[in-house]
């Protein structure tokens, strides 16, 4: 009898040991790995705020990086709708009426897409603004285009980064800066 309950207790230990490790019974070697760890992602969500004048401003972008791949005029093909970021389209949200490059934009939330080329860009406030990427872009919805000029940037920024200022905002990425004036 204390033989048939020391090996019904032994049995039950082994079973819960097994049963807490699953990938030592897949594996034959104890391996944990924390249920949250997840790889991070390859162009992760960010967020630009600030204040232009009276109004609030808020980008809601994905950031890609460069990895050592070239991208204007390759990853980001000239001439050509880009979403300017990854994933979704960028989002920006003014809180009231803004003049950008001189042009009146009203109070929303848009999807901002620009058209890239090596002189200037072609910078665009869609009122469709919850799309993915820009594969399903309509014209029809822009609600404002402007154009503004790139620049080199002082430093070259790995990852796709805005910039909320008092003049504007500023899409950096690369060796490349794309200021827009807003006021």
């Given at each position: 009898?204390?033989?048939?309950?020391?090996?019904?207790?032994?049995?039950?230990?082994?079973?819960?040991?097994?049963?807490?490790?699953?990938?030592?019974?897949?594996?034959?070697?104890?391996?944990?790995?924390?249920?949250a760890a997840k790889p991070a992602p390859a162009s992760p969500a960010a967020t630009a705020t600030g204040k232009i004048g009276a109004a609030s401003v808020?980008?809601?972008?994905?950031?890609?990086?460069?990895?050592?791949?070239?991208?204007?005029?390759?990853?980001?093909?000239?001439?050509?709708?880009?979403?300017?970021?990854?994933?979704?389209?960028?989002?920006?949200?003014?809180?009231?009426?803004?003049?950008?490059?001189?042009?009146?934009?009203?109070?929303?939330?848009?999807?901002?897409?620009?058209?890239?080329?090596?002189?200037?860009?072609?910078?665009?406030?869609?009122?469709?603004?919850?799309?993915?990427?820009?594969?399903?872009?309509?014209?029809?919805?822009?609600?404002?285009?402007?154009?503004?000029?790139?620049?080199?940037?002082?430093?070259?920024?790995?990852?796709?980064?805005?910039?909320?200022?008092?003049?504007?905002?500023?899409?950096r990425w690369e060796n490349l800066e794309v200021p827009i004036a807003i006021k």
């Amino acid at each position: 009898m204390k033989t048939s309950r020391a090996l019904l207790s032994l049995t039950l230990l082994l079973a819960g040991v097994l049963a807490a490790s699953p990938s030592w019974a897949q594996t034959g070697t104890a391996t944990t790995t924390p249920a949250a760890a997840k790889p991070a992602p390859a162009s992760p969500a960010a967020t630009a705020t600030g204040k232009i004048g009276a109004a609030s401003v808020t980008i809601k972008y994905s950031s890609p990086s460069v990895k050592g791949r070239p991208i204007y005029g390759s990853l980001v093909p000239y001439g050509q709708v880009w979403r300017a970021g990854a994933n979704e389209a960028t989002t920006v949200e003014f809180s009231k009426d803004v003049m950008v490059q001189g042009k009146k934009l009203p109070a929303g939330t848009y999807a901002l897409f620009t058209i890239p080329t090596e002189k200037d860009w072609t910078v665009i406030f869609n009122k469709t603004a919850k799309q993915w990427g820009a594969f399903k872009y309509d014209e029809k919805q822009d609600a404002l285009r402007v154009t503004a000029t790139p620049r080199k940037a002082p430093t070259m920024a790995e990852s796709l980064v805005y910039d909320v200022n008092k003049d504007g905002i500023v899409l950096r990425w690369e060796n490349l800066e794309v200021p827009i004036a807003i006021k």
